[in-house]
Nanobody, 125 residues
Framework: VQLVESGGGLAQTGGSLRLSCAASGRTFSSYVMGWFRQAPGKEREFVATIFWSDDRIYYADSVKGRFTISKVNAKNTVYLQMNGLKPEDTAVYYC???????????????????WGQGTQVTVSS
């Protein structure tokens, strides 16, 4: 499985960016795809997740109402639309995938087997 993120960069407070995660290497119909982020000196944290099978979506409280996760099945691509960006959103953003989750809520980070290389998002004040 290969996950390749793109779309990071620099934005001003209140601005927008869209991240993409192109997935390849297998059929993802039973997978859960997630976005995580890691700021300097902090642990990697959950941002959003989407179930490939039924489009269930979950968000971290810190991004609800501002970020939107979506996917295009035909492209095997997951997106993270980020609006209303804040300086505290500055981090390296990672795409992740797991085929080992049968629960109802978002998988814990330990369940994700595959990770992208990360893309930097910097929000200036």
């Amino acid at each position: 499985v290969q996950l390749v993120e793109s779309g990071g960069g620099l934005a001003q407070t209140g601005g927008s960016l869209r991240l993409s995660c192109a997935a390849s290497g297998r059929t993802f119909s039973s997978y859960v795809m997630g976005w995580f982020r890691q700021a300097p000196g902090k642990e990697r944290e959950f941002v959003a997740t989407i179930f490939w099978s039924d489009d269930r979506i979950y968000y971290a409280d810190s991004v609800k109402g501002r970020f939107t996760i979506s996917k295009v099945n035909a492209k095997n691509t997951v997106y993270l639309q980020m609006n209303g960006l804040k300086p505290e959103d500055t981090a390296v953003y990672y795409c992740a995938a797991t085929g080992r989750w049968s629960g109802y809520g978002p998988p814990p980070i330990q369940k994700y087997d595959y990770w992208g290389q990360g893309t930097q998002v910097t929000v200036s004040s």
